[in-house]
């Protein structure tokens, strides 16, 4: 059985540990709820976007604007990971990367052969994964999240809309979690250029009218769709971070407990049994002396 010192010591930083653990709890807590309330604004607006893009597709007849529907064959792949900066939130970050190694070994695995795969990382984590392992990756927006706003997410999306319509890439997938919430986060993978609208392809078209003109209007509309699409999936994976956190953090100080309980009752029968044998020791000495 371990001494007295050494117990006392592992139930104080065990203590220390848990107060620590308690307070970045509280701290994802109060992040999520902005973060809650950023992507439940975000989404009806983004929901309508899409839907209008889904009526519209049927209308584009511009060359250049056709290709944001119908790329050619997926050769050169753009995967954009999202991640988190900071860890401590439980599977979160190992989920989305062994969701990326799978799209590389199954969807991708001929383009990824061919050194046609490149990653995009949005977050530390994903970006210290891949570059400790090798592969071909884009580091420009790694910091995405010390400056999270709508600007910074559209300056991504401009880059990405850029590459794809200059046939740098074929096909751009994002893999992120979706935010369902503080308990459950839905690991999701979803091509995003070329558009895919299958989805709402049954429902009934809409009939526009368009003023000034149907391509001048179709070349502002696109692109602010696709980025508004890209940062909904940011800020429901900035969301899903801090609700993982605190789960996390939840369970971590609920076992810190359960660890404190063991340790005191450890200390309480080590400090028992010391007062015991000294007692023995006292007893036994009386015993000599009286004889």
Request: charge should be positive; charged fraction near 25%.
């Amino acid at each position: 059985m371990a001494n007295l010192k050494e117990i006392r010591s592992r139930i104080s930083s065990t203590i220390s540990t848990q107060q620590i653990t308690k307070a970045m709890k509280l701290v994802s807590a109060t992040k999520l709820r902005r973060a809650t309330d950023g992507i439940v604004r975000m989404r009806p607006y983004a929901a309508k976007l899409k839907e209008v893009m889904a009526n519209l597709e049927d209308s584009v007849e511009d060359e250049t604007l056709s290709r944001y529907f119908s790329g050619t064959e997926a050769e050169k792949v753009l995967l954009v990971v999202i991640s988190s900066d900071r860890g401590l939130c439980g599977a979160f970050n190992t989920n989305v990367i062994r969701r990326t190694r799978s799209l590389i070994e199954g969807k991708y695995q001929t383009q990824y052969n061919a050194g046609n795969v490149t990653m995009l990382p949005v977050g530390k984590k994903a970006f210290e994964f891949f570059r400790r392992h090798k592969f071909q990756f884009q580091m420009d927006y790694i910091g995405l999240f010390g400056n999270l706003s709508s600007e910074s997410v559209f300056e991504l999306g401009d880059w990405i809309l850029k590459a794809y319509m200059s046939g740098k890439y074929d096909r751009v997938e994002l893999v992120f979690n979706q935010f369902k919430n503080a308990a459950t986060q839905i690991l999701t993978n979803e091509v995003f250029l070329p558009v895919e609208l299958s989805q709402s392809s049954n429902k009934k078209k809409k009939d526009y009218l368009f003023e000034p003109g149907k391509v001048a209007i179709l070349q502002e509309l696109i692109p602010r769709s696709l980025k508004t699409q890209l940062y909904r999936a940011i800020l429901d994976s900035h969301a899903s971070e801090h609700g993982a956190r605190m789960v996390a953090m939840d369970k971590a100080t609920d076992n810190a407990g359960e660890l404190l309980r063991s340790l005191r009752l450890a200390y309480n029968q080590a400090r028992q049994a010391a007062i015991t044998r000294e007692i023995s020791e006292i007893v036994g000495g009386a015993a000599a002396l009286q004889g």
